[in-house]
């Protein structure tokens, strides 16, 4: 699976952003897609996460103004970012879960930076 992501970029604090992440290649393997981020000096975290036939769970940094979806297709996720403060600035990554029946892995964007400053 490979995942191409788009939509980061500078905004000011209070301000909103879309990312996107489009999947290829054996998507009928996927069973779970997300974001990640990873601030500078930081570990990468989990922000929002979504696995099939589950809702969508969230960080508690981002619950109530980050929102995730996925196409009935399953093979794009989006993030929409509202409210967004100069904590959430970090490169974000697009994650996929994915399985053959027996074997997991993950499969990861290049990402993309998000930039909150005034």
């Known amino acids: 699976v490979q995942l191409v992501e788009s939509g980061g970029g500078l905004v000011q604090p209070g301000g909103s952003l879309s990312l996107s992440c489009v999947a290829s290649?054996?998507?009928?393997?996927?069973?779970?897609m997300g974001w990640y981020r990873q601030a500078s000096g930081k570990q990468r975290d989990v922000v929002a996460h979504?696995?099939?036939?589950?809702?969508?769970t969230y960080a508690d940094s981002v619950k109530g103004r980050f929102t995730l979806s996925r196409d009935g297709a399953k093979n794009t996720v989006s993030l929409q970012m509202n409210s967004l403060q100069p904590e959430d600035t970090a490169v974000y990554y697009c994650?996929?879960?994915?399985?053959?029946?027996?074997?997991?892995?993950?499969?990861w964007g290049h990402g993309t930076q998000v930039t909150v400053s005034s």
């Open positions: 994650h996929a879960g994915t399985t053959d029946g027996t074997w997991y892995s993950d499969a």
């Open positions: 979504i696995r099939d036939g589950t809702p969508a």
């Open positions: 290649g054996s998507i009928s393997s996927i069973y779970a």
